[in-house]
């Protein structure tokens, strides 16, 4: 049995994995990697993307920014979460502020260290993520649509910097990049109206907040119906193997997803349907598997 003490600390511990998002932090590294193995650069041996020590170091940085971020956000947003988020919240005060702030420099010095092991270009990118993801958090998601628009920047940005290191150019990239910043900006939308009462009490400036929960509907349900577009094109006109399956499934759930949002009108409702797009979200995630489920075998040598 554990003691007091070995209890507390190992609150404290489940309090700042919370606070990080760990979970998110590690569903993210495992996109990072199916991506550069299944879609940039399916023509490297496997043996040679899993050991790249440059897309390990990518990684690595990109987790450190990224739970670093969680941390900031969680310091500007701590009074406004105890309204939304009551229970939450209160595991996250288990982790004082000092401390928070004190592992928030920490992880940003280590990653640009990280990323000082790969390129200067390495180093000035995530140096301007850590001001990005800070200056958002600081004076930008209280602006209506514009914080939605950087936060979904934000969110696509690991994915960028693994672009950019394969050199990869193709359409489909493009496409795939569109079809995940969409759904990314719809579900940003849909926190805001589920976070309506933390906001308000906090004069947080977003679209519900400034023009009602009709107006951000309607413009959620355009950025649905722009989500199909991509979902449409991958399906019909490029080769992404048994994964169309995936995206034929997706525009059956965001055709439910509209039909929900305009009944919707309860922060429990809110709460549902940012869990629908969460799940298409980590869904596509390991759908990435179905371009090519040989793909692993093959290319092991």
Same mark, same amino acid.
């Given at each position: 049995?554990?003691?007091?003490?070995?209890? =507390?600390? +190992?609150?404290?511990?489940? /309090?700042?994995?919370?606070?990080?998002? %760990? &979970?998110? !932090?590690?569903?993210?590294?495992? *996109?990072?990697?199916?991506?550069?193995?299944?879609?940039?650069?399916?023509?490297?041996?496997?043996?040679?993307?899993?050991?790249?020590?440059? =897309?390990? +170091?990518?990684?690595?940085? /990109?987790?450190?920014?990224?739970?670093? %971020? &969680?941390? !900031?956000?969680?310091?500007?947003? *701590?009074?406004?979460?105890?309204?939304?988020?009551?229970?939450?919240?209160?595991?996250?005060?288990?982790?004082?502020?000092?401390?928070?702030?004190?592992?928030?420099?920490?992880?940003?010095?280590?990653?640009?260290?990280?990323?000082? &092991?790969?390129?200067?270009?390495?180093?000035?990118?995530?140096?301007?993520?850590?001001?990005?993801?800070?200056?958002?958090?600081?004076?930008?998601?209280?602006?209506?649509?514009?914080?939605?628009?950087?936060?979904?920047?934000?969110?696509?940005?690991p994915f960028f910097v693994v672009f950019v290191y394969?050199?990869?150019?193709?359409?489909?990239?493009?496409?795939?990049?569109?079809?995940?910043f969409l759904l990314i900006l719809a579900r940003e939308?849909?926190?805001?109206?589920?976070?309506?009462?933390?906001?308000?009490?906090?004069?947080?400036?977003?679209?519900?907040?400034?023009?009602?929960?009709?107006?951000?509907?309607?413009?959620?349900?355009?950025?649905?119906?722009?989500?199909?577009?991509?979902?449409?094109?991958?399906?019909?006109?490029?080769?992404?193997?048994?994964?169309?399956?995936?995206?034929?499934?997706?525009?059956?759930?965001?055709?439910?997803?509209?039909?929900?949002?305009?009944?919707?009108?309860?922060?429990?409702?809110?709460?549902?349907?940012?869990?629908?797009?969460?799940?298409?979200?980590?869904?596509?995630?390991?759908?990435?598997?179905?371009?090519?489920?040989?793909?692993?075998?093959?290319?092991?040598?």
């Amino acid at each position: 049995m554990l003691n007091r003490k070995n209890k =507390l600390l +190992l609150f404290k511990l489940l /309090s700042l994995f919370s606070v990080v998002r %760990g &979970y998110n !932090i590690l569903v993210i590294t495992l *996109a990072q990697y199916l991506a550069s193995i299944y879609i940039l650069s399916p023509d490297i041996p496997l043996r040679e993307v899993v050991f790249d020590l440059n =897309l390990f +170091l990518i990684v690595t940085a /990109s987790a450190l920014v990224i739970a670093s %971020g &969680y941390i !900031i956000n969680n310091f500007y947003d *701590a009074e406004k979460d105890l309204i939304n988020k009551p229970t939450k919240s209160m595991l996250d005060r288990l982790v004082s502020q000092r401390f928070k702030l004190t592992t928030y420099f920490i992880l940003n010095f280590l990653a640009v260290f990280v990323a000082s &092991y790969i390129s200067f270009k390495a180093v000035l990118f995530f140096s301007a993520y850590i001001f990005g993801i800070w200056f958002y958090s600081h004076k930008l998601k209280r602006i209506p649509f514009v914080g939605n628009l950087v936060s979904s920047t934000l969110a696509i940005a690991p994915f960028f910097v693994v672009f950019v290191y394969y050199q990869n150019f193709k359409t489909v990239i493009f496409v795939h990049a569109l079809f995940l910043f969409l759904l990314i900006l719809a579900r940003e939308m849909i926190k805001d109206l589920e976070n309506m009462a933390g906001d308000m009490a906090q004069n947080y400036r977003t679209i519900p907040i400034m023009y009602g929960p009709k107006v951000s509907k309607s413009l959620i349900t355009f950025l649905i119906v722009l989500t199909l577009v991509p979902a449409l094109l991958l399906i019909k006109t490029f080769d992404v193997g048994h994964m169309y399956l995936y995206f034929m499934a997706c525009i059956g759930l965001l055709v439910l997803f509209l039909v929900l949002l305009w009944i919707s009108g309860s922060k429990i409702h809110y709460v549902w349907l940012h869990n629908i797009l969460k799940f298409i979200i980590v869904a596509g995630v390991f759908s990435i598997l179905l371009i090519d489920l040989d793909l692993v075998l093959n290319r092991i040598l």
